[in-house]
């Protein structure tokens, strides 16, 4: 079986301050994973994936996330923050094999301070 | 871009009601989705579609819930019977392939409320 676990439920940043969000996944066999994010009112809009090759992987909005397989971390960062990022951010991993669903984490609500 | 949209986006229902939920997914796409979150919970995979079939369901997606494709466009999640419990976000997904490489794409979503 497998899991995501992001611990922060909440996250408030200032304004073009960085942020990271955390994402850890727990799977007995490889794995891709994925950053959504939903704004307000909205879906989930595919931010960013890691397949394979290079760990980091770069995505819209000038967001980022570094695969760590010994950490089994796949956090999200974003060097400077701008209101617009205001949204619930998901963390998702895809294991294959067989099973089509993604498995999510329970998301991490970003929350931007003027 | 094309989109995948869901009708209603809020839909309210009495318990013990049945309930269908709609989607169109994207025009090229092969594989359809749905997905449930209650609130303050995780975003959960109910079951996948593929070929006019069932490809893959969860332990959710018991005898109460089933899915459809009636047409050439829509995609249709039906609740026979609903309960409280029922009451969540379902969210709507298409790919055009399996697979990690092709990434699902999501719709609004319909905020169900049972009473």
């Known amino acids: 079986a497998q899991s995501v676990t992001q611990l922060d439920s909440q996250v408030p940043v200032f304004e073009e301050a960085p942020v990271e969000l955390r994402c850890n996944y727990s799977?007995?066999?490889?794995?891709?994973l994925f950053w959504y994010v939903q704004y307000p009112n909205q879906g989930l809009q595919l931010l960013l994936k890691?397949?394979?090759?290079?760990?980091l992987v770069k995505g819209i909005n000038g967001f980022e996330a570094e695969f760590n397989k010994s950490q089994t971390s796949f956090h999200l960062r974003k060097p400077s923050v701008h209101i617009s990022d205001t949204a619930e951010y998901f963390c998702?991993?895809?294991?294959?094999?067989?099973?089509?669903?993604?498995?999510f984490g329970k998301g991490t609500h970003l929350i931007i301070q003027p | 871009e094309p989109e995948v949209t869901q009708t209603p986006s809020h839909q309210v229902t009495q318990m013990g009601q049945e309930v269908i939920l709609r989607c169109v997914p994207i025009?090229?796409?092969?594989?359809f989705y749905w997905y449930r979150q209650i609130l303050g919970q995780k975003v959960e995979f109910l079951v996948s579609?593929?070929?006019?079939?069932?490809?893959?369901k969860s332990e959710i997606f018991d005898d109460q819930f089933s899915v459809e494709r009636p047409d050439g466009s829509n995609f249709t999640l039906k609740i026979r019977s609903t309960k409280l419990e029922d009451s969540a976000m379902y969210f709507c997904a298409s790919s055009e392939r399996r697979g990690a490489w092709q990434p699902q794409h999501f719709g609004d979503g319909t905020r169900l409320s049972i009473l």
């Open positions: 890691y397949l394979s090759g290079s760990t």
């Open positions: 998702a991993l895809y294991s294959g094999g067989g099973a089509d669903g993604l498995t």
């Open positions: 799977s007995s066999v490889s794995v891709y």
């Open positions: 579609f593929y070929n006019n079939e069932i490809s893959e």
């Open positions: 025009s090229n796409h092969l594989y």
